[in-house]
C-alpha cells in the first residue's frame, strides 16, 4: 500500500500568476483586489476540481446519432465550506466553477494576541452525505488555526479528507506541517507558497491582511 501525503499544487497557470500578482501589490485598490481574489477563486476551483467532480456517462442522442457523453454525477453532493470573512473572496469565482454546490458558512476571528481562532458561526450539518466533495475556500494558509479548526469540524461530520480540497491563494510551511500531520490524503491548490511568516502571524511577503483589503475596512 503507498503512504499518503499531502499534496501541495501549484498550478503553472499564467493567469493564475497574473492574479496574484496584483493582490500583492499593495498600490491595488480594493475593487481590483477583489477582482484578483475572486479570479484566483475562479481559475484555483478550475484546477482543483479536475480530478474530483463525480461524472457519469449516459447515451445521448446527437441530431445524427447515439453516442456516449459524460456528465456531472448530480447524485454525489459538493459542497464549498468558505472560511468567514476573507474565504468570501474566493466564493464567487468558485461558484462559477460549481454552480451547484451548497455553501455552508464557517466563520472564525483571530484573537491577533494568541493568533488562535475563535469561531463565532457554524453553518455546517450535523452530518455530511457519504462521498461528499468539500472545497474549502480560505485565501491565507499561514499558522494554520482557522484550517486545521475547519478540518476538525467537517471530519467530525463525517467529511473524508481525501474527497476534499482546499483553495488558498497563498500558504506557509507552519499550516503546510500542521495538515500534513494530520490529513495526509488532502490536497491543497495554491498559487504560490511563501516562506516566512512574522510575528504577528502574516505571511511574508504575502499580500497583507487578506480580509482588510477585500472588503476595504
Ligand atoms: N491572514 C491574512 O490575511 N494574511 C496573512 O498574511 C496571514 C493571515
Redesign the pocket.
Known sequence: MTQQQLRIIVPPHPLIQHWLGVARDVATPSVLFRSAITELGRWLTYEASRDWLPTQEISVQTPLAACPATFINPNIPVAVVPILR?GLGLLEGAQCVLPLASIYHFGLV?NEETLEPTCYLNNLPEKFAPFTRVLITE?????GGSIMAVMAELTQRGVDPALTRIVSV?V?PPALQKLAAVYPGLIVYTATIDEI??DH????P????????IFGT
Do not use: K
Not at 485565501?139 to 499558522?143: E, I, W
Not at 502571524?201 to 511574508?204: F, K, L, M, S
Not at 504575502?206 to 483589503?213: F, H
Open positions: 476573507a483571530r485565501p491565507m494558509l499561514a499558522t497563498i506557509a511568516l512574522n502571524g502574516y505571511i511574508v504575502g499580500l497583507g491582511d487578506a480580509g482588510d483589503r
